[in-house]
T-cell receptor
Framework: EAQVTQNPRYLITVTGKKLTVTCSQN?????MSWYRQDPGLGLRQIYY???????DKGDVPEGYKVSRKEKRNFPLILESPSPNQTSLYFC??????????FGQGTRLTVV | AQSVTQLGSHVSVSEGALVLLRCNYS??????LFWYVQYPNQGLQLLLK??????LVKGINGFEAEFKKSETSFHLTKPSAHMSDAAEYFC???????????FGKGTMLLVSP
């Protein structure tokens, strides 16, 4: 089954404690991206990757890091989380110029 | 750069009534357009997409949308709303040939009996 898998689904952490949200896709897609969803703001892109070892900033990259060492994986790293990063995060993958497939989301709370 | 405007953060309809969710976009190149639906506590699911060709596109669950270049619009419609249609709907655009999606802020569809 074609899917994008994110882990964990829910995470509560404290300010400053590094965390990683994993994302994996099994569709051999070149393109992967991370979004955050906040009420009234829709989805905003954090980072994206056009292929292995190729990443670039989206609209709201501050406070986040990503890496793309393998085609299937695209982890999101928060080196020092802050309360304003409390949000719902989605990973997505797509073939070139095609629809995006989304993971189930990770609800992060930073206290 | 591209952008998407969805008119109305909330739309309320009665069961059986017409659903119309509005989306206007701006894009410097011919766009690819998408509608996604999000049910509570779930990810986004593709409803339909326009890339090239026929401007009236049909999607899942009886939804359809029409690409109108002259109006830069891609409104989503369904002839008869069902209670199960209650969800949040997102319009998105990407320049043709690229995969960076720009989303609207979403429209919550409320369906009353």
């Amino acid at each position: 089954e074609a899917q994008v898998t994110q882990n964990p689904r829910y995470l509560i952490t404290v300010t400053g404690k590094k965390l990683t949200v994993t994302c994996s896709q099994n569709m051999n897609h070149e393109y992967m991206s991370w979004y955050r969803q906040d009420p009234g703001l829709g989805l905003r892109q954090i980072y994206y990757s056009m292929n292995v070892e190729v990443t670039d900033k989206g609209d709201v990259p501050e406070g986040y890091k990503v890496s793309r060492k393998e085609k299937r994986n695209f982890p999101l790293i928060l080196e020092s989380p802050s309360p304003n990063q409390t949000s719902l995060y989605f990973c997505a993958s797509s073939a070139r110029a095609s629809e995006a497939f989304f993971g189930q989301g990770t609800r992060l709370t930073v206290v | 750069a591209q952008s998407v405007t969805q008119l109305g953060s909330h739309v309320s309809v009665s069961e059986g009534a017409l659903v119309l969710l509005r989306c206007n976009y701006s894009s410097s190149v011919p766009p690819y357009l998408f509608w996604y639906v999000q049910y509570p506590n779930q990810g986004l699911q593709l409803l339909l997409k326009y890339t090239t060709g026929a401007t009236l596109v049909k999607g899942i669950n009886g939804f359809e949308a029409e690409f109108k270049k002259s109006e830069t619009s891609f409104h989503l419609t369904k002839p008869s709303a069902h209670m199960s249609d209650a969800a949040e709907y997102f319009c998105a655009v990407t320049p043709s040939g690229y995969s960076t999606l720009t989303f609207g802020k979403g429209t919550m569809l409320l369906v009353s009996p």
